[in-house]
């Protein structure tokens, strides 16, 4: 199944260190979305990229956390610094265009700060 | 600030015991309101978008209306399968939000017991 697929699965770092989490959408979905779920939470929304470029950055806590989408399919969420208030599940989703509709997500990559 | 919540937090019902989840929203001028199912350890899947007060969309044993204030997602005859966390978002039109952010409720827990 080519569903949208993220890496890695779980993350444990200690605090201060640097962090890359990696999404592969599906094939085919120009827009590629980055939200954070906390435990209890709904998720909360972060970047949201129209191929290449980030549409709507409005979303990033701060300036230790940037997202690139360098050829318009994978894209990589980077957090410098990490901090204990880091620790959440990170979900990536994509769709066939931006647009009002239905978002596929992945499974999340969870992040633990120590 | 566009504002979601959900009630009940949680919600134990009996195998064909008929039931509503309620999505309280304010926002500026709506796009669209979303409804997600979310099992443990995955991500959000999509189940119903809603666009205008009045709608309905239906699938299964499940039935979303929305208002202009509100949204309900019935469940009629509910079986342990349809345990999972339901979520609600909504997408706002003013102030150029973009497409991809959805604001979401804290989601509610159901619970179906055979």
């Known amino acids: 199944g080519a569903g949208v697929s993220q890496t890695p699965s779980n993350k444990v770092t200690e605090k201060g260190k640097y962090v890359e989490l990696r999404c592969d959408p599906i094939s085919g979905h120009t827009a590629l979305y980055w939200y954070r779920q906390s435990l209890g939470q709904g998720p909360e929304f972060l970047i949201y990229?129209?191929?290449?470029?980030?549409?709507?950055d409005s979303g990033l806590p701060n300036d230790r956390f940037f997202a690139v989408r360098p050829e318009g399919s994978v894209s990589t969420l980077k957090i410098q610094r990490t901090e204990r208030g880091d620790s959440a599940v990170y979900l990536c989703?994509?769709?066939?265009?931006?647009?009002?509709?239905?978002?596929?997500f992945g499974e999340g990559s969870r992040l633990t700060v120590l | 600030e566009d504002q979601v919540t959900q009630s009940p937090e949680a919600l134990r019902l009996q195998e064909g015991e008929s039931s509503s989840l309620n999505c309280s929203y304010t926002?500026?001028?709506?796009?669209?309101l979303f409804w997600y199912r979310q099992d443990p350890g995955k991500g959000p899947e999509f189940l119903f978008t809603?666009?205008?007060a009045g709608e309905e969309k239906e699938k299964e044993r499940l039935k979303a209306t929305l208002t202009k204030k509100e949204s309900f997602l019935h469940i009629t005859a509910p079986k342990p399968e349809d345990s999972a966390t339901y979520l609600c978002?909504?997408?706002?039109?003013?102030?150029?939000?973009?497409?991809?952010?959805?604001?979401f409720g804290q989601g509610t827990i159901l619970t179906v017991h055979p």
């Open positions: 989703a994509s769709s066939p265009a931006g647009g009002p509709g239905e978002l596929f």
């Open positions: 926002v500026s001028g709506l796009r669209g």
């Open positions: 978002a909504v997408q706002a039109r003013a102030g150029g939000t973009s497409y991809g952010k959805l604001t």
């Open positions: 809603l666009y205008s």
């Open positions: 990229f129209q191929g290449t470029g980030a549409a709507d």
